[in-house]
């Protein structure tokens, strides 16, 4: 059934006078082109997924989110772990709150080409559970895609939860066109069992799989600079070649990458010259490759101080 023409494109049928009037499939119609026309103010959407927890994946995320925006492209990053939102606390925004206003609700700026939203910024406290089951986590990301100002942007990195349930079913439904899914693993057996069945998912709700992000491979030692595979090395190397994915790197065990999390200070901006920071880059420059093959678009990268938090401490975006 067609919209009627008389709905704004911008009102959500909950705050329209005259939704009473409109029936359950007209409300639907007009939340998918609400949906849709935000959508298309983005140019890339890509899912940051993981087969369990525990591998590091929403530090992925952040740090990918960050090494985008120092390059200069308009970020946005979409928290869609419901049940424990975790970005906000890694960029240092944990106090932040939503703002509505006419046009929509305004996402919060980490830098200002890089955007955050999380259902952490709805909660009355930091200790409150959301508990809610699949319709509800459904209509609350149609909230986040159709009626949040994301404005223009070049890359959309949803943080999902682990495993292949509601969240990214959800996710991979609303945005119809994921552009890529980023696989993080550990190389551990249990953590590689996992990471193989969420690149079966995406290739079940057709999103391409841009590759497997190994994390946590090998630990250098503070002291001879030896590594020390605490994990092992090499299993999610091994794993994307078997499922013939390709494989986007290896990131280093590296204690500051934890320290830098609980200080909300992203590790690729306080740490540019480290193995694991020049890691992350890495990836994201090839995950830039894989969604736009026929070449990357210059930009100008720009030194900026994070907008909301006036922590110490705090690194400078890089020119």
Not at 106 to 134: C, H, Q
Request: contains cysteine.
């Amino acid at each position: 059934m067609k919209e009627k023409t008389k709905c704004k494109p911008s009102q959500d049928c909950e705050s329209c006078s005259d939704s009473k009037s409109c029936s359950e499939d007209e409300k639907k119609a007009h939340r998918e082109k609400m949906v849709g026309e935000k959508l298309s103010h983005i140019d890339h959407r890509i899912m940051v997924m993981s087969g369990k927890g525990g591998v590091g994946k929403s530090t992925v995320a952040v740090n990918l989110a960050v090494s985008f925006a120092r390059k200069g492209y308009e970020v946005g990053i979409l928290d869609a772990d419901i049940h424990g939102p975790n970005i906000p606390k890694m960029l240092g925004l944990d106090h932040s709150r939503l703002i509505g206003t006419p046009q929509g609700i305004l996402p919060v700026p980490f830098y200002s080409n890089l955007k955050v939203l999380s259902i952490a910024f709805m909660l009355p406290e930091t200790d409150s559970p959301v508990v809610w089951r699949g319709p509800m986590k459904h209509g609350v990301f149609q909230q986040f895609l159709g009626e949040v100002e994301w404005g223009d942007l070049d890359y959309l990195i949803v943080d999902l939860p682990p495993g292949t349930g509601d969240e990214p079913l959800s996710i991979a439904h609303l945005i119809g066109e994921v552009d890529a899914s980023v696989i993080v693993t550990t190389p551990q057996e249990v953590a590689l069992l996992d990471s193989r069945k969420a690149v079966v998912f995406s290739r079940m709700v057709h999103v391409p799989v841009a590759g497997i992000v190994e994390n946590m491979s090998g630990f250098p030692c503070p002291h001879c600079g030896k590594e020390i595979d605490l994990f092992k090395i090499g299993g999610g190397e091994k794993a994307a070649r078997e499922l013939q994915v390709p494989f986007l790197g290896r990131i280093p065990l590296d204690p500051q990458i934890v320290k830098n999390c609980d200080q909300g200070n992203p590790f690729v901006a306080a740490n540019p010259d480290s193995t694991a920071a020049k890691a992350f880059t890495e990836i994201s420059d090839r995950i830039e490759n894989f969604v736009n093959p026929s070449g990357k678009e210059e930009r100008q990268s720009f030194f900026q101080q994070p907008l909301s938090s006036g922590k110490e401490g705090k690194a400078s975006e890089a020119r």
